[in-house]
């Protein structure tokens, strides 16, 4: 029978000279493979200490990289020690506000009046010019 290993157990194993990682409710110690993971050594370090199931099937491993984990295999996980996911819940959106529309026509009007004055008195230049 397989040694099972609690997640606070597995978790101080999280270093590049002795790092263990939970895939699929299994524990693998994967030390001596740090150097020749694709990925680099800091891809598997960054995923110790928590289920890295998600991690793991995201890159989407081949079948020999899959069969290559049995030679790491130490345990099982009791997965009662692993938290719960949370699911993503969005913040919540504010409230339309009318007033922020008013601040918004102030802005624009402090910035158009301005240029409509200077147009009126370029324009007023130059047909006063042109007239005499």
């Known amino acids: 029978m397989a040694k099972v290993f609690t997640l606070a157990e597995v978790s101080e ?8 990682l939970v895939i699929a409710g299994k524990v693998y110690d994967v030390t001596k493979f740090l150097e ?3 990925g680099g050594d800091e891809v598997l370090v960054s995923s110790t200490g928590k289920d890295a199931t998600d991690d793991f099937e995201d890159v989407g491993h081949s079948a020999s990289a899959k069969a ?5 295999y130490v345990g099982e996980i009791n997965t009662s020690t692993i938290p719960k996911q ?3 819940t ?8 009318q007033d922020k529309t008013s601040e918004f ?4 009007l402090q910035f158009l009046v301005p240029l409509i004055i200077l147009g009126v008195a370029v324009g007023i230049r130059f047909y006063t010019k042109s007239s005499t």
Do not use: R, V
């Open 13 to 20: 194993h999280n270093t590049n000279k002795d790092c263990w």
């Open 86 to 88: 949370t699911k993503y």
């Open 105 to 108: 026509i102030i802005k624009l």
């Open 68 to 72: 290559m984990m049995e030679e790491f």
């Open 36 to 38: 020749d993971h694709p």
């Open 90 to 97: 969005p913040p919540k959106q504010p409230k339309y506000d």
